[in-house]
């Protein structure tokens, strides 16, 4: 791997440190983490405030529009993952006006996760909130399916119109009619060369033989739905064009917005020889192309492919994509110079408000030393030595970074555990597991088990010792919180299928049994008997039938903490 960065772990923060530095006039900084981009400009009264979001390592998304015409700011997250929903709080508190907000990203767990939970801190401090999803990729579910698709570079063309409704200070609900509708008519297809590489993984998220091409592959470094022989540049658009055009009206008198996009490493020439004959097919088929764009919008970092969106337009979202806008990363038209808000306001610690150094701020002591907590810091060192093959897993389903979020959230329940009195009742102890797990790299897995342990530690009373019948009714709550949060059934192919034979073998159990080997070993028959299955949730539910013989990542993240535990 070669990679122009310093060390791995800081790359993230010091990207942000360089558009700062480089862009100060148009873009500045909410929080004290850097990890928020806002508009100079914003708050502006009568201006809906736009907040969107995500993973690094997709520039110039996310961060590159925001702007004049375009959103009023971002939080961002780590390479491929969701940023918290106290960055996307912080993001929003600083560019909230009496207008309201709209939550604009890409369906993504993580990301709906965390934006909801951000909603609701916001809808408590009397603000309105509107959540429109980028749902523009075709390959990732069929039409029947189609809510569940995930966003991606079409997502740009409805950051334009949303953006310009916005700018012309339409009401909240007309500017999330209009979001709605842009995404609603956006598709797109892309096709990948070759994989991603995550800089504090160092590998390749998949891998392509020689010659090679993968349709339909995701941002994130997600396998497609399609490997073949690598096609010539008109058969790979004619391809994406027949897919588009059956949810896309490409007839006789349709208006169009296009967007030929790079995904990280294909030269520019090469987006330009596919954007011929995109002009050339839909000419012939008399469709207008009212507005196109060439180039790199949407990036996977050095992922060699390329992707096609296209934006069926009425009047109104003509007149949207045709808008001036402005940001440091992208322009169109003119525009009169950026005006700030006045003096930039103090940075906040993007910090979720209950919060206080990672964890509750009302801790309950007991008598005596909490062994749960000395049971946990002795064991979850262990988890570091299973980053790369939770990495590799994920890969091969996946977009790679669990190994990264299970390792980090380790260390961040760690530190969280260490900072906590020795006599912290468990309860606390819990939570605070809970809330630095899914703060320090808050994926969709981070979020679903970091809830899922808050919910757990509800079924403990203040001061109550966790103990051996502690057990069960805390699994069971951490079971049913992450099944409601995150939608999956028992059966679907994610860690409930490693955690459902653990709470019945406990619940069974008679007095005195082994219940720790008992533990493991249910939850390794829950891993086997599940790698049959197909996934049907999450991001691998979007590699269809090729997680079929596939261990599932997050099942083998629960076997391998249970392995872990050191009970003496």
Known sequence: MRKIINDPQAFVDEVMEGIFAAHSDEVRPATTDNRTLVRVDAPAPGRVGIVTGGGSGHLPFFLGYVGRGLRSAVAIGNVFSSPSSAQIYAASRAVASDAGLLYLYGNYGGDVYNFDLAADLCRADGLEVETVLGTDDLPSAPLNQK?????????????????????????L?????????????????????????????GEATFTLGDGEMEIGVGIHGEQGTHRGPLETADEITDRFLTELATEIPLVSGSRVAVLVNGLGAIPLEELYVMYRRVHSVLAAKGVTIARRYVGEYVTSLEMAGASLSIMNLDDELEELIHAPASSPFFRQGSSEPVVTAGAAPELVVAAPPALVDGFALVVTLMATPSRLRTVLLASLPDMQSHIAELRDLDAAVGDGDLGITVGAGSLAVIDALTALPENADDASVLRAAGEAFSSANPSTFAALVGSGILGGAATLAPEAEFTAASTVPFLQAVFDRISERGGAALGDKTLLDALHPVITVLRQAPAGSDSLNLARSAALAGVESSTALRAARGRAAWQGDRTIGQQDPGAVAVLRFIESLRLD
């Not at 500017?175 to 993984?201: C, E, H, Y």
């Open 147 to 171: 809510d569940s698709r995930r966003g991606v570079a079409g997502l740009v063309l409805v950051y334009k119109v949303a953006g310009a409704a916005a700018d012309r200070l339409w009401l």
């Open 173 to 201: 609900p007309e500017v999330a009619r209009v979001a709605q509708k842009a995404a609603d008519n956006t598709r797109t297809m892309g096709v990948g060369l070759s994989a991603t590489i995550l800089p504090a993984a």
